[in-house]
């Protein structure tokens, strides 16, 4: 049944207020707002049909109202007004990211907690490797008496290398020989495929430079592995303990143990395919233990394939306006701070310091 624009409104009103004090929302004080030209009377009524209807709740018989969650839902997809923030709040946001952001190393962790102090809620952060990475090409180059230069070319354009020393002696048609064999047997393969009998298969035809094999298996397996998965970090989960929701001390337990990285990595899964930001409110969260909580999250770009989410968990009341404008900011501003060339390398890449590796054009080398 579609709702009618005075429905609509009131429904609004309900939100913002809940939002504002925690407290059930009653036809009086709707009343008294300055925008609200109906009666008492007639807000009563038209709670009265929304709550029939399953948008909103009424917790005693003789309290206010409070949304449910189809409330909510409705709020997110079409009632709720666009927040701006303020200059001092893009100012500060600004300078977190500046001067809180300088090792790309740790930026899971210090995204979450920026993000966490940023809406006072608990906060989620990741960094998604997209999965099915291979190798398109192996080579192998000698630097000195029993030191060699792996060099993995792979699908998604990025070169790792790394610097092999073995008391062994090869030459250079010995590395020929193996780069060859290699590149017939290893590339275009996922790291299940790193089997033992494919390990046998490349020692039987390597030569001279057989003792090498175990080494590059390893090695390449490890580098495919490293660049698919998902991250996650969580912060400031004391932040909830704080909220009128949580006071219950059972009811918060529950809510904090549900927010540990097995149930949390899931949710990047649900941003798969998704643009802009995503709100789960309620029972559409990705696990039972979240289903009292709302989940507020959105990506950005990091580069070289990869793509970072960040998000929010907190009760269904939370000021959905404000936490997606902060949320959508955060996103752009970290997304244009990784297109930066300057930027440094995310933790994952390999290879040896001070080790040059084949570069394609207009690429930069991922080195460990």
């Known amino acids: 049944m579609e709702l009618s624009e005075r429905k609509k409104k009131v429904l609004r009103s309900v939100v913002d207020l809940y939002i504002r004090t925690a407290e059930p929302v009653g036809s009086k004080a709707i009343a008294e707002l300055p925008d609200m030209k109906y009666s008492s009377a007639t807000i009563r009524n038209e709670m009265a049909e929304l709550t029939t209807m399953g948008y909103l709740e009424q917790p005693h018989t003789s309290a206010g109202r409070v949304p449910s969650a189809s409330g909510y839902r409705l709020y997110v997809d079409e009632l709720m007004m666009d927040y701006r923030l303020s200059v001092d709040e893009t100012r500060s946001i600004n300078s977190a990211i500046e001067e809180k952001m300088q090792r790309v190393d740790k930026m899971v962790e210090k995204v979450a907690h920026l993000v966490s102090q940023a809406t006072n809620l608990p906060a989620i952060s990741a960094g998604i490797r997209p999965a099915g990475a291979t190798v398109k090409r192996f080579d192998l180059i000698l630097a000195g008496q029993g030191s060699i230069i792996l060099v993995l070319?792979?699908?998604?354009?990025?070169?790792?290398?790394?610097l092999i020393k073995l008391p062994l002696n090869v030459t250079e048609t010995d590395l020929k020989l193996l780069s060859a064999v290699l590149n017939a047997a290893m590339t275009e393969l996922d790291p299940a495929s790193f089997t033992p009998e494919l390990l046998d298969k490349v020692m039987r035809s390597a030569g001279a430079a057989a003792s090498l094999v175990p080494v590059i298996v390893d090695f390449t397996a490890e580098t495919l592995r490293s660049r698919a998965g998902t991250s996650v970090t969580v912060a400031g989960q004391s932040r909830l303990l704080g909220l009128p929701e949580y006071r219950d001390v059972d009811k918060a337990q529950r809510v904090l143990a549900s927010m540990d990285g097995d149930i949390l990595s899931e949710l990047p899964a649900v941003m798969q395919g998704a643009n802009g930001t995503r709100v789960l409110v309620g029972p559409e969260n990705v696990a039972d233990e979240l289903k009292d909580t709302s989940v507020v999250m959105t990506k950005f770009d990091i580069g070289d394939g990869m793509q970072g989410l960040i998000g929010v968990v907190g009760p269904t009341r939370m000021d959905y306006a404000k936490i997606t404008a902060r949320l959508s900011y955060f996103a752009e501003s970290l997304s244009k701070m990784?297109?930066?060339?300057?930027?440094?390398?995310?933790?994952?890449?390999?290879g040896q310091p001070g080790i040059p590796a084949k570069k394609e054009p207009d690429n930069p080398d991922s080195k460990e």
């Open 153 to 162: 070319m792979l699908s998604d354009e990025q070169v790792v290398n790394k």
């Open 338 to 350: 990784f297109s930066k060339p300057e930027t440094p390398q995310l933790p994952g890449s390999t």
